[in-house]
């Protein structure tokens, strides 16, 4: 059964971020407010396809059973390696794979992938052909309008579509505009009319600028199956919450203690990285922004965990 049949119109995807969505703070997500599905974080098929690169791959690709339903997201430009990489995420139990062909890193892109492949359409074609020559795994792709220009939309989308991916997640900006303007939602009905030409069983999912799962109902209206909300989740933890409700300072000083248990529980290595979530859950609250200070100076979990438990 094709993976993304199982989702009723307006389901949610937490999106996937490098360095964000891993197998803690997937969970939690879930602990918060749970999307429909989860999406890992980015795993190179280089790394996979090399005997050094794999336990980095391995470790990437990791998951709990009841974060089902999940998807891999992989990444690189080498079809050989991604037939090989969706095979071993096939093997791992993962039911579905998704590939990245819109993340604007600028190391991402030097290599060819990413919205790199954008400049590429033969090779993304490719790409998709040899994924997708796996059996048992459903394949679906990510990708931005463009590389530099907004009208490119017509001939990229129109490419990935006539080769019949499960999904196609639109993050609605060019590569070249990254986050600095406002996704262009107006395109929303051409971009529908495309897919339910060349491609109707193609499930559309939209991104960009989406912030909470009340957002869904917006988008189906206009006539995609979905949404996938990214950066939002930074601004608000429980942006998955079908009834959103106010949330204590309390409520989010737990998630962290939640998110510094997990990180020492698999045993996620540096400490420093994990610093990049305090802003989550430290704010909007009186002395929060010094008390982000005094986190962002800590060297281990255990200061952490002291600094708030005074709290």
């Known amino acids: 059964m094709n993976f993304w049949d199982k989702f009723e119109k307006g389901f949610t995807c937490l999106a996937p971020m490098e360095g964000v969505t891993d197998i803690a703070f997937r969970q939690v997500v879930a602990k918060a407010a749970r999307p429909d599905i989860f999406f890992t974080e980015f795993t190179n098929v280089n790394s996979y396809s090399s005997e050094k690169g794999r336990p980095n791959a391995l470790e990437r690709l990791r998951y709990e059973p009841d974060e089902r339903p999940i998807v891999a997201q992989i990444w690189g430009k080498n079809p050989e390696m991604f037939a090989e990489t969706v095979a071993a995420v096939r093997d791992l139990g993962y039911e579905a794979v998704d590939i990245n062909m819109g993340c604007p890193d600028r190391h991402v892109v030097a290599t060819g ?21 796996v059996d048992g795994i459903t394949v679906s792709v990510k990708t931005r309008l463009g590389y530099t220009k907004i009208d490119e939309w017509k001939s990229w989308l129109g490419m990935l579509l006539g080769e019949r991916p499960a999904a196609l997640t639109v993050h609605l900006r060019t590569k070249k505009e990254m986050s600095k303007v406002d996704a262009h939602y107006e395109l929303i009905p051409e971009i529908v009319a495309l897919k339910n030409e060349v491609s109707p069983k193609t499930k559309l999912i939209i991104n960009g600028d989406l912030k909470s799962a009340a957002d869904a109902q917006k988008i189906v209206e206009q006539g995609a199956d979905g949404i996938m909300i990214g950066r939002g989740v930074f601004q608000n933890p429980f942006c998955f919450e079908r009834e959103p409700r106010e949330h204590t300072q309390a409520e989010l000083l737990d998630l962290m203690r939640y998110h510094l248990d997990l990180y020492e529980k698999y045993g996620l290595q540096p400490y420093d990285p994990l610093k990049h979530f305090y802003k989550i859950y430290i704010n909007n609250f009186p002395g929060a922004s010094d008390l982000r200070a005094e986190l962002m100076l800590t060297k281990s979990i255990a200061e952490a965990r002291a600094i708030i438990d005074k709290l």
Request: hydrophobic share 45%; net charge positive; proline share 5%.
């Open 113 to 133: 992938g990413g919205s790199g492949l954008i400049r590429t359409p033969e090779a993304a074609a490719k790409i998709l052909r040899a994924a997708k020559s």
